[in-house]
């Protein structure tokens, strides 16, 4: 599947979401069943297929891991985090030692910490993904499947930082 032509707009990492969204709402707009309730049955299930893929291709785009999953696979990439070299040592070392700070934090229940640590991560998470880009457009493909597990690690960063201030908040 390829998110970028089924939205009908240009394959690349830097998208200006809120153009994308327009179009999306656009697309779903047109394919709404409601608009072929007098139509045959073929013509409904063929419009109905293709809202369903419009929305999955928004899905994609709008996640900046899966776009560059996507863009990666269109490039004849495999992906999936076991197809994938292991991240830098160095890297999960500092990941590993950020992971235990949160954890006594948490023990701690310093959600002040804990906010401020998931803001630098979100601050490094914005830096990978500008990397992306840049990698993107220069197509340098090996540093970008490292950028991605990147992308990934700090996802579950700040997906384990929102459930400790959900249960700290309580």
């Not at 696979?73 to 700070?101: H, K, N, S, Y």
């Not at 006594?104 to 998470?125: F, K, P, Q």
């Amino acid at each position: 599947m390829d998110p970028f032509s089924i939205l009908g707009i240009p394959c690349a990492f830097d998208v200006d979401l809120p153009v994308v969204e327009k179009t999306h709402r656009e697309l779903s707009r047109t394919l709404h069943p409601d608009r072929y309730v007098g139509a045959g049955a073929s013509e409904r299930r063929g419009a109905l297929e293709k809202a369903v893929e419009v929305n999955e291709a928004w899905r994609i785009v709008r996640d900046p891991i899966r776009r560059a999953e996507a863009m990666l696979r269109l490039r004849g990439v495999a992906i999936g985090e076991a197809a994938e070299p292991a991240a830098d040592p160095e890297f999960l070392m500092e990941m590993m030692e950020q992971r235990e700070a949160l954890a006594e934090a948490r023990s701690a229940r310093d959600l002040a910490g804990v906010r401020r640590m998931a803001t630098l991560v979100e601050a490094r998470s914005r830096d990978a993904e500008r990397d992306m880009a840049r990698g993107f457009a220069g197509d340098e493909t090996v540093s970008l499947i490292g950028k991605l597990a990147e992308l990934r690690f700090y996802r579950r960063f700040l997906d384990e930082v929102s459930a400790i201030e959900d249960e700290l908040a309580a």
